[in-house]
């Protein structure tokens, strides 16, 4: 395993960019009618948990939260699978005309949110999708941008980016390793 850098937002960096977040999302949106958070698996889903817990004590409004699980063929792993394969998503909620936004811990190369994007589409034509990454870290293969970032890291290839939160950890951070 790569070897630890620095901690990049402790819990109180980590709930205070969410919570700007939270904020930008519903003045973009003028308030919370019609928004719902979809979280991308894994991590994308108590992050929109807490975005929505957010929403509630700003704007006593409950939004809604689906999950979508997206898994892909790695280009490094299996070459000939060069499409995504969307498992299990659990949006329970309609999003036809809905604007959408998709939920990630980390922005990479773009290619989990065209995932999203498509997998969202097959639910239903949503008004808009919008998407929130708590880390944008850079290295853009596809033409996708965050709509909402927490922070910008600038990496290198070699180094990872890893988000703590539970219920995956016992604690709520954002690491840098490599």
Do not use: C, W
């Not at 949006?91 to 065209?114: C, E, P, S, W």
């Amino acid at each position: 395993m790569a070897n630890y850098k620095a901690t990049i937002l402790d819990e109180a960096a980590v709930l205070r960019a969410l919570k700007r977040i939270s904020h930008e999302i519903l003045e973009k949106n003028n308030g919370p009618e019609n928004v719902v958070l979809v979280g991308i698996k894994r991590r994308g889903v108590p992050i929109a948990k807490i975005i929505a817990d957010n929403i509630k004590q700003i704007e006593n409004t409950e939004v809604p939260v689906g999950e979508i699980d997206i898994t892909y063929y790695r280009d490094d792993l299996k070459k000939e699978a060069t499409e995504p394969v969307i498992h299990d998503s659990k949006i329970d909620i309609n999003i036809k005309d809905k604007k959408v936004i998709m939920v990630d811990d980390v922005l990479y190369t773009g290619r989990t949110a065209r995932a999203a994007m498509e997998a969202l589409i097959s639910n239903g034509r949503p008004s808009a999708i919008q998407l929130a990454v708590l880390v944008d870290r850079g290295h853009r293969e596809l033409p996708i941008r965050g709509d909402f970032v927490g922070k910008n890291v600038p990496t290198s290839k070699s180094e990872i980016i890893k988000v703590k939160i539970p219920p995956y950890e016992d604690s709520l951070s954002v690491e840098l390793f490599g």
